[in-house]
């Protein structure tokens, strides 16, 4: 009679397995077991014996302390959403994905915070659990409060993802396998701290710029917003075009960005893009809600955009390097660096596999991976052919006084 590993946590299993888009005929390939014994095993209906335990652990690289950990646990009423920037069907698989990361990311960042502080969450959060309530005028003015409570002026932000890490939001990079994914937002029950996941699927630092101040949008603005109401389909256009408003005065602020926009034609914005790191098309629509534009006027820029083929890419798209995350990063070195833990018992202590801590932390590939032997540093030295010992003396040699 086979025993069953106790304490075994079957969610993860299908969280691993939908992480690794396998099937569950796929994965009971690969550890000689039947889908309908592994369904049971995610389920809870049965656990699996110490050998199949052990191969699941292989196949995904993970500790056996990840399969046994408890999901952090979430009341009905205490369920916040995760802002999506796709809700298209096509793009489930890629949503799961990113929704997993980021519940990863919060359970890492939670152990780190077992050993350290990180900067106090700082964030002006509107008060509005309906989004129909929510005016431009409450988005521009939070906008404003944003840059002022942060002390950055009007002036354009040198680095998003550092003023988001600096007010307390922990932030990743990720690929998610769908170019129509640019990111995800959530604020943790864990901890109250907001945490973004940045798509990597569009190789744009420009738009992953907008796509960084979008969801600090939905932090600022959609907070006490009910899951309930961001799952009505009817809904879900007005916050993202909230997000979108809340990005756009908050990287473009009317007091400064107004002055410099001289006249609003195809050639001026695109002067203005390498200082405001903004694409056209994101200043058109801010020049349309500043009023610094006819509707006529707006129509022109949007055909005459499409005529010189920006609709795919604009020109200085890729002037920027891509802004990165550094906080988990920074924490992950602290711990490693003052003998906190050494790299393989971070590994063993966070329990997910190394190269997903590296890309939710945002490190080297191959940091927590890569096995470093001392022996191998020390660089070995060869004398010099012409310089071995000969039958005579060498210099620096005592040589016996003759009498």
Known sequence: MRTGVEGFQGLRLKQL???HSLTLAELGEQIGRSSSTLSAWENGSQLPEAESFGRLCQVFGVSRQW??????????KDIRPYFFRSQASAHKQARERSKLYLSWLQEVSDFFQGAMDWPPVNIPMLDATDCRLISDEE???????CRLRWKLGTAPIPN???VMENAGIICTR????HVKMDG???VSVIDGRPYVLIAEDKANAIRSRFDAAHELGHIVLHSRIAASQYAKSELYNLLEEQAHRFASAFLLPPESFSQEVVWPTLDNLLSLKSRWRVSVAAMIVRCRDLSLLNEQLELRLWKGRSARKWTKGEPGDDAIPFEQPKLMMRGAHLLV??????RDTLVNQIGLAPEIIEMLCNLRHGYLSEQINAEDKVVSLKLKSKARRSNGPMPGDVVPFKK
């Open 139 to 145: 988005i521009e003015e939070v906008a404003r409060e």
């Open 17 to 19: 397995r939908s992480a």
């Open 160 to 162: 998003v993802i550092q």
């Open 174 to 177: 990720a690929t998610l396998g």
């Open 184 to 186: 995800v937002s959530h």
């Open 67 to 76: 399969f046994l950990k408890p999901l952090p646990q979430v009341s009905e």
């Open 337 to 342: 660096d003052n003998g906190v833990f050494d």
